[in-house]
């Protein structure tokens, strides 16, 4: 029976047929205008295709970092061709297929010439967060995730300078590329890449700034966006299923106790990063997906004025571990269910209750934040248990890098 299922699932009619429903899900999701939309992307859009790129640049006229603004600018220039909904849209959906296609990548380095990794990107174009995220929403978040997903597979194969250059595309896109930065901090410290690397960072994103600062735009306005946004939003937590959701609405949020949180956040994850690097020394594809998963998971979890997007690297590595570890199977389900949950309340304006005893209980605080401490536990308990192996030729065992400046 589990063989007939296993080949069914397998097989290019089931493959083909999630693809396809993934497709209407999402021309359905195309006319939506979300809340973002209409009271952001929309002005921006607007705003460049009156003004024209040195016009509309030199101003400090959108939240986001240039990168993005420019790929708004390109596809201007097919205004009234399609509607502005689809134009806008269509930027991050070209990136959820950059995801599938890296998701793809990263799966069949453990099995090749197979159909698994077809299913495995089939999947990841079908995951109800990432049609949500793009195809309903709007919202950017493949974008980076893309980038981080590739900054992941060249690390894998042995290429660390683009896996940093990937890494420095991320970061250029958005700060929450920050979420690999353990995963990164840890393979660092095994000597798998370069520390010089990370100057690649600064450097790729004053590359890409160069055209708005040509326009017109102060060259330190544009240098200092992320610490702009990070004072935007001050809330513990933006309907995130994170440490800090049991204190919104109840406690201030202050600099002092905002500083406070962000320093146990990185004394946290330092204590993770050093105890992976001290308690596996070894270099397989299982243990470096599953780090990578831990990073983007426990990073958002432990820092102050999350957003509920920031799970969206969690909901695409969650699904590649599954693929790695299949006894992790209900990983992605749990990070499916724990996104789904806090984008409602944004998207749907629906908050999910749970009726339990008489009591009304919000399905984010009382579903959703026990899930992911489940989801995170099993990560690092998996971790710190995963079978030694001994044997240096081992199927998924990476050999180490020649030198240091053999870094390709």
């Not at 097919?78 to 070209?94: C, E, R, Y």
């Not at 571990?321 to 304006?349: D, G, K, R």
Request: proline fraction near 7%; aromatic fraction near 18%.
């Amino acid at each position: 029976m589990f063989k007939k299922l296993h080949e069914f699932l397998l097989s290019p009619i089931f493959i083909g047929l999630l693809l396809v429903v993934s497709l209407v899900a999402r021309r359905y999701s195309l006319p939506v205008i979300s809340l973002d939309m209409s009271a952001g992307l929309f002005d921006w859009y607007a705003f460049i295709l009156k003004r024209g790129f040195v016009g509309a640049f030199k101003e400090n006229f959108a939240l986001y970092t240039p990168p993005y603004l420019y790929l708004l600018w390109f596809m201007s220039w097919m205004n009234g061709i399609v509607s502005v909904v689809t134009l806008i849209k269509a930027i991050s959906i070209v990136f959820d297929v950059l995801c599938c296609y890296y998701v793809y990548k990263i799966t069949a380095l453990k099995y090749p010439h197979t159909r698994v990794p077809w299913l495995a990107a089939v999947l990841a174009f079908s995951l109800p967060t990432m049609i949500l995220n793009s195809s309903y929403w709007g919202q950017c978040d493949s974008i980076y995730t893309a980038f981080l997903l590739a900054c992941l597979y060249f690390l894998l194969v042995e290429r660390p300078l683009w896996a940093l250059f990937f890494f420095s595309l991320a970061f250029a896109f958005k700060l929450q590329a920050i979420f690999l930065a353990p995963f990164l901090a840890l393979y660092t410290l095994r000597k798998r890449m370069p520390w010089w690397g990370f100057v690649l960072v600064p450097v790729v994103y004053v590359l890409l700034v160069i055209p708005t600062i040509y326009a017109g735009r102060d060259w330190l306005d544009v240098l200092t966006i992320y610490a702009h946004q990070t004072d935007k939003f001050p809330k513990w937590s933006s309907t995130t299923p994170n440490l800090y959701l049991p204190l919104q609405g109840v406690v201030p949020l202050t600099d002092t106790l905002t500083l406070a949180t962000i320093l146990l956040a990185g004394v946290s994850i330092g204590l993770w990063v050093l105890l992976v690097w001290k308690k596996q020394k070894q270099y397989r594809y299982n243990s470096m997906v599953l780090a990578g998963l831990a990073s983007v998971g426990l990073t958002p979890f432990l820092l102050p004025r999350m957003h509920q997007r920031y799970f969206f690297p969690q909901d695409l590595l969650s699904l590649v571990a599954a693929f790695f570890f299949p006894e992790l199977w209900f990983l992605p389900l749990f990070s499916q269910i724990i996104s789904v949950l806090s984008y409602s309340p944004f998207l749907f304006n629906y908050s999910f209750q749970i009726n339990l005893f008489g009591l009304h209980l919000n399905a984010i605080l009382w579903l959703a934040l026990p899930l992911e401490i489940v989801l995170l536990c099993v990560t690092l308990w998996k971790q710190f248990h995963e079978p030694v192996e001994h044997n240096p030729s081992g199927e998924f065992l990476n050999p180490p890098l020649p030198s240091q400046s053999d870094s390709r």
